[in-house]
C-alpha cells in the first residue's frame, strides 16, 4: 500500500521519513474504499494506459489523485478530481490535521 513512499529516492525527493510513511499507511487503511468503476475515460491522459486511473478516481469520486506523474499532474484537475503530487498530498494532510 505504501511500498514507493519507502523507496529512498522517494524518500529523499519529497522529505519523508518512516513516520510520515505510517501515518499515510494508517490513513490509506482506516479511510481507503473499494470502488467499482463506474466511468469511462478515453484520450483524456498523454498516454492512454493512465486513462483508466482518471476512470477510477471519477469513479470513486475522489477528492485527490496523488500521482507523481508529472504529466497528469499537469492536468490540474478532472472532473472534480484535483490531481497533486505525493509531496502537494502531504502538506494537504498536514494543513488539515492543523
Do not use: C, W
Not at 66 to 92: A, C, E, H, M, N
Amino acid at each position: 500500500m505504501t511500498r514507493v513512499l519507502g523507496y529512498p529516492r522517494i524518500q529523499r525527493k519529497y522529505h519523508i521519513g518512516p513516520l510520515e510513511i505510517e501515518r499515510v499507511r494508517l490513513l490509506l487503511q482506516q479511510e481507503a474504499l473499494l470502488t467499482p468503476l463506474t466511468a469511462e475515460v478515453h484520450g483524456v491522459a498523454t498516454h492512454p494506459e493512465d486513462d483508466p486511473i482518471l476512470a477510477t478516481a471519477v469513479s470513486g469520486n475522489a477528492e485527490y489523485l496523488v500521482t507523481g506523474d508529472d504529466k497528469l499532474q499537469r492536468l490540474g484537475s478532472y472532473q472534480g478530481v484535483t490531481i497533486v503530487s505525493p509531496r502537494q498530498f502531504l502538506d494537504i494532510l498536514v494543513r488539515q490535521s492543523a
